[in-house]
């Protein structure tokens, strides 16, 4: 990975998590079977990697490039906006299900979510010009959202059923079929976009000497970063169905290393190469 695109890797994934995670924890609220202390915690947790987004946002001095890799900057003020209205709806779903006003939180939780909606079509709109078009990037960074988002809520919410074991199971069940489905998406994208020529190639002060499908990393991201995740994701699902809900969450926690590890891989890539995976 180019050194300077450590910065923008970082935002791109605290970005992550931060929505994806809300979007998965209002989902499971509106869906019921999960506890007010659960999405009190997740609502917190929430806030604080917005904040950590905002902190690393606000670190950067956007150019033209990031070393060869061209983006547009001119989305970024619009994202970083709305990636406030995110953290600060965050904190609102928090104190409302601390006060036990559950609709109030959750209308902040929808507001929030439509707001990460908006900060994901705008971080798109900035990495898109090497990629082979707009839906490139968006996809890849939609599926990567949705992934981040359900890997670490399942995680969480196993840790419930250690402490209340008459919890029903479906929940996790649901949240594993969640992460899942994410991956799916992620494995379509990573075809479409190896498949199709981008605009341009990034071209680094420090150019990786292999093409792409010579590049271990590539293979790295894909074993470590999806085929990994999905088996335990599946694992995982099926001991919901037999209740072995401690099993599950130790698979679940392995899942989100490698998760993180494949969307680090992912970025990596996308700056070295303009294909988002």
């Given amino acids: 990975m180019n050194v300077e695109a450590l910065p923008y890797t970082l935002l791109i994934i605290l970005a992550e998590l931060t ?4 979007w998965v924890t209002l989902a499971s609220d509106l869906r019921g079977g999960v506890t007010r202390g659960f999405v009190l915690t ?12 905002l902190w690393t946002a606000s670190s950067l001095s956007l150019g033209p490039d990031v070393d060869g890799y061209r983006i547009d900057p001119d989305p970024f003020p619009r994202f970083r906006q709305a990636l406030l209205v995110v953290t600060i709806a965050s904190g609102v779903y928090m104190f409302a299900v601390f006060m036990g006003w559950d609709p109030i939180g959750r209308i902040a939780g929808i507001f929030g979510s439509l707001a990460g909606l908006a900060a994901i079509v ?8 090497p990629t082979w078009g707009y839906p490139a990037i968006f996809l890849g960074l939609f599926a990567g959202t949705l992934a981040l988002g359900a890997v670490s809520v399942a995680m969480t919410w196993g840790h ?16 594993c079929l969640i992460l899942l489905g994410a991956h799916a998406l992620q494995l379509i994208v990573l075809a479409v976009n190896l498949a199709v020529p981008v605009r341009e190639v990034p071209l680094p002060a420090n150019p990786v000497d292999v093409g792409l499908f010579a590049n271990p990393v590539l293979y790295l991201r894909i074993g470590v970063g999806l085929v990994f995740p999905i088996i335990l994701a599946y694992l995982a699902y099926r001991t919901t169905r037999i209740r072995a809900m401690q099993s599950a969450t130790g ?4 899942a989100m290393g490698a998760v993180f590890v ?5 970025k990596g890539l996308m700056f070295l190469t303009g294909r988002p995976t």
Avoid: K, N, Q
């Avoid at 929505?19 to 809300?22: A, E, M, N, V």
């Avoid at 997740?42 to 987004?53: N, P, R, S």
């Fill in 19 to 22: 929505i994806g995670s809300l």
């Fill in 42 to 53: 997740m609502a917190l947790c929430i806030a604080i990697a917005g904040i950590l987004a």
């Fill in 122 to 129: 705008l971080l798109s709109i900035m990495f898109a010009p």
């Fill in 160 to 175: 419930w059923y250690l402490t209340e074991g008459a919890l029903p199971a479906w929940p996790l069940r649901d949240l």
């Fill in 251 to 254: 698979l679940l926690y392995i």
């Fill in 262 to 266: 494949g969307e680090v891989l992912a």
